[in-house]
């Protein structure tokens, strides 16, 4: 189903719809998990495990993670908002270690050994806006993840990790994310031929809802 709402932008009311959305996508995946309990299928998989990548939007359209899923692609707005519902709905289990053999391109997610040790079902996450645009002016928006575990935040990029900079972490292989999920080894080049190795770069954003300073990585 197609539903069409039109908007006079403002930052504040994007970031309440959006994560209106994330807690929809919570629910989504809570049922679909439990229905996979119960039915002993396979439940939906992971964002970084799923396929899906990052593709800039001409116009926006904002899709749950089912019809994501279907298109095998989405825009910034929409896969900050799968991430944080999935950071909900699965808690520590929605994060993954560093693989200390090839960090660069497989850092893991901050907060994860924090996570292990509370083991948390479910992880206060969030959609925001981060800007280069002046007051008054158009510009350039840009949607991340952020997550707060033991009272601390973190910040994710979907975006980043999912193409927007040429490298996607879902070019690894399914097989070789289920076996650093669950511990075990794996050839970290496997499914991944062709992949430049390129660096982390750090910067710092200013939230313009909060005015919080956030430190963000991508890779470059």
Same mark, same amino acid.
């Given at each position: 189903?197609?539903?069409?709402?039109?908007?006079?932008?403002?930052?504040?009311? /994007?970031?309440? %719809?959006?994560?209106?959305?994330?807690?929809?996508?919570?629910?989504?995946?809570?049922?679909?998990?439990?229905?996979?309990?119960?039915?002993?299928?396979?439940?939906?998989?992971?964002?970084?495990?799923?396929?899906?990548?990052? =593709?800039?939007?001409?116009?926006? *359209?904002?899709?749950?993670? %089912?019809?994501? %899923?279907?298109?095998?692609?989405?825009?910034?707005?929409?896969?900050?908002?799968?991430?944080?519902?999935?950071?909900?709905?699965?808690?520590? =289990?929605?994060?993954?270690?560093?693989?200390?053999?090839?960090?660069?391109?497989?850092?893991?997610?901050?907060?994860?050994? *924090?996570?292990?040790? %509370?083991?948390?079902?479910?992880?206060?996450?969030?959609?925001?806006?981060?800007?280069?645009?002046?007051?008054?002016?158009?510009?350039?928006?840009?949607?991340?993840?952020?997550?707060?575990? /033991?009272?601390?935040?973190?910040?994710?990029?979907?975006?980043?990790?999912?193409?927007?900079?040429?490298?996607?972490?879902?070019?690894?292989?399914?097989?070789?994310?289920?076996?650093?999920?669950?511990?075990?080894?794996?050839?970290?080049?496997?499914?991944?031929?062709?992949?430049?190795?390129?660096?982390?770069?750090?910067?710092? *954003?200013?939230?313009?809802?909060?005015?919080?300073?956030?430190?963000?990585? =991508?890779?470059?």
């Amino acid at each position: 189903m197609d539903i069409v709402v039109r908007l006079t932008f403002a930052e504040r009311g /994007a970031v309440r %719809l959006l994560n209106w959305l994330a807690q929809e996508n919570a629910i989504i995946i809570t049922e679909m998990d439990q229905r996979a309990r119960t039915r002993g299928e396979r439940p939906l998989p992971y964002l970084y495990e799923s396929g899906v990548v990052y =593709r800039r939007e001409v116009g926006e *359209v904002w899709s749950d993670y %089912l019809n994501t %899923l279907m298109e095998g692609q989405e825009d910034c707005d929409a896969l900050s908002a799968i991430r944080a519902g999935e950071l909900i709905a699965r808690g520590y =289990r929605a994060l993954t270690p560093r693989d200390e053999r090839d960090p660069l391109r497989y850092p893991g997610d901050e907060g994860f050994a *924090v996570a292990q040790r %509370l083991r948390p079902n479910s992880i206060h996450a969030e959609v925001f806006l981060t800007t280069k645009t002046e007051p008054g002016k158009p510009g350039l928006y840009h949607c991340l993840t952020r997550y707060k575990i /033991a009272g601390k935040w973190y910040v994710d990029d979907p975006s980043a990790r999912l193409g927007m900079y040429g490298y996607r972490e879902a070019d690894l292989s399914r097989s070789y994310m289920l076996q650093r999920r669950q511990g075990r080894g794996g050839n970290s080049r496997s499914g991944v031929a062709g992949i430049e190795v390129r660096t982390m770069q750090r910067k710092r *954003v200013r939230d313009p809802v909060t005015g919080e300073i956030l430190e963000l990585e =991508r890779v470059v």
